[in-house]
């Protein structure tokens, strides 16, 4: 197992990475047809949710001890996996 400092460094690319995929997605969904719209970035929307979450569970890991960190790390595994099947979802309804 690495390190924290190493797991918040690999977190935080990570969350710079969902930005950029969130934002082409919601790019790419501004080409779908009128109808499929709303409910597409409604999607998105969900996506931020997620996103959010991520964040505030990655600045809980920053702000705690190594010791109290290694704890939190479920947590964030959790939101994690929560943002990944939700950017997942997003891209195979955009692309069927």
């Not at 969350?15 to 969904?29: E, K, N």
Request: charged share 30%; with cysteine; aromatic share 6%.
């Amino acid at each position: 197992m690495s390190t924290n400092s190493e797991y918040i460094t690999q977190m935080a690319a990570q969350l710079q990475q969902w930005d950029t995929d969130i934002d082409a997605l919601r790019s790419r969904g501004k080409q779908m047809a009128v109808e499929l719209r709303a409910g597409y970035f409604g999607r998105i929307k969900d996506l931020r949710a997620h996103r959010d979450e991520a964040q505030k569970r990655f600045q809980e890991i920053r702000c705690a001890s190594d010791e109290a960190a290694g704890k939190l790390h479920a947590g964030m595994e959790g939101a994690w996996q929560a943002m990944k099947s939700g950017l997942d979802k997003a891209a195979a309804d955009l692309h069927p």
